[in-house]
């Protein structure tokens, strides 16, 4: 069964600095897609950013960035200029194989922003 | 964008009696929808993939005679936790896709059970 890591259980970052969230996972597929999801206290999956397996170009949305290494199945999350908003349970997530929509997720990071 | 609506947001309910949580995709067809269980302070755990017009097909170790799901259109799939206990307190969340190869899950904004 492929399984998703994530070593960090909590982190916190002073507020508009910046932090990196790492995931890793296991899988013997080539093609495939990674997620991450932000779980505010509201408790709402919010998707943060999605990275294909394929290309090479690390994804980007606006100030959230991925740091993908194909072949360490490294997936970390950078997120810069940090928030209060910011602050929530992040998700890393992998679909069993390409396209499929069945996510298993990783154990969840709890970030602190500090004022 | 696209928007999972989930009923009701929070429900109690006493030992014994059954509880039915809605999952309508409001703006698009979803053909599959996902069923996802929360404990506090813990990941998400698949329960099962909800197809229109068959069967759900249930993770290991979910009973489906408990957790019964019906997906009965394109846009509204239902569970309902049969004679519930205490320990099926949790926090239960929906999710589903467009039909379009590359589109993201939406999920809905969840339902907190608690069983007295």
């Known amino acids: 069964a492929q399984t998703v890591t994530q070593s960090q259980p909590e982190m916190s970052v002073q507020e508009a600095e910046t932090v990196t969230l790492s995931c890793t996972y296991d899988?013997?597929?080539?093609?495939?897609?990674l997620f991450w999801y932000k779980q505010p206290p509201s408790r709402q999956m919010i998707l943060v950013i999605r990275?294909?397996?394929?290309?090479?170009q690390n994804a980007t949305e606006n100030r959230f960035s991925v740091n993908f290494q194909k072949a360490a199945k490294s997936f970390s999350l950078k997120i810069s200029d940090s928030q209060l908003g910011d602050a929530a349970m992040y998700f890393c997530a992998y679909p069993p194989n390409f396209g499929n929509e069945k996510l298993t997720f990783g154990t969840g990071t709890r970030l602190t922003i500090i004022p | 964008g696209a928007v999972v609506s989930q009923h009701p947001s929070w429900v109690i309910c006493k030992s014994g009696t059954s509880v039915k949580i809605e999952c309508r995709s409001l703006?698009?067809?979803?053909?599959?929808m996902f069923w996802y269980r929360q404990f506090p302070k813990q990941s998400l755990m698949l329960m099962a993939t909800?197809?229109?017009?068959?069967?759900?097909?249930?993770e290991q170790g979910v009973e489906k005679d408990k957790f019964l799901i019906n997906h009965a259109s394109l846009t509204l799939s239902t569970l309902t936790v049969t004679s519930a206990h205490p320990e099926d307190s949790s926090f239960y969340i929906c999710?589903?896709?467009?039909?379009?190869?590359?589109?993201?899950?939406?999920f809905g904004n969840g339902t907190r059970l608690t069983v007295t």
């Open positions: 909800s197809n229109e017009g068959s069967k759900a097909t249930y």
């Open positions: 899988t013997s597929e080539s093609d495939y897609y």
């Open positions: 703006d698009f067809q979803a053909t599959t």
């Open positions: 990275q294909e397996a394929y290309k090479q």
């Open positions: 999710s589903a896709k467009i039909s379009s190869y590359n589109s993201p899950l939406h």
